[in-house]
């Protein structure tokens, strides 16, 4: 089964501020600041997904319309 972790991002032009939201957990965790740059956003989801043991993962970030 995919869980769903959503990343809330604070978006300014020096720099994001994200953190994770895991829906079946409850819970926020994994908020960090990073250089505004899709490199640096792609590692922390790759991050994430070592932190989560390899489970199978969805990412929502910011706005996803239904």
């Given at each position: ?12 032009t ?53």
């Open positions: 089964m995919t869980s769903i972790t959503y990343i809330g991002m604070d978006v300014h020096t720099n994001y501020t994200l953190c994770a939201y895991s829906m079946a957990g409850q819970k926020a965790f994994a908020q960090t600041t990073i250089n505004p740059d899709i490199d640096e956003l792609l590692k922390y989801l790759a991050n994430l997904k070592v932190r989560m043991m390899g489970q199978d993962v969805h990412f929502v970030c910011g706005y996803e319309a239904t």
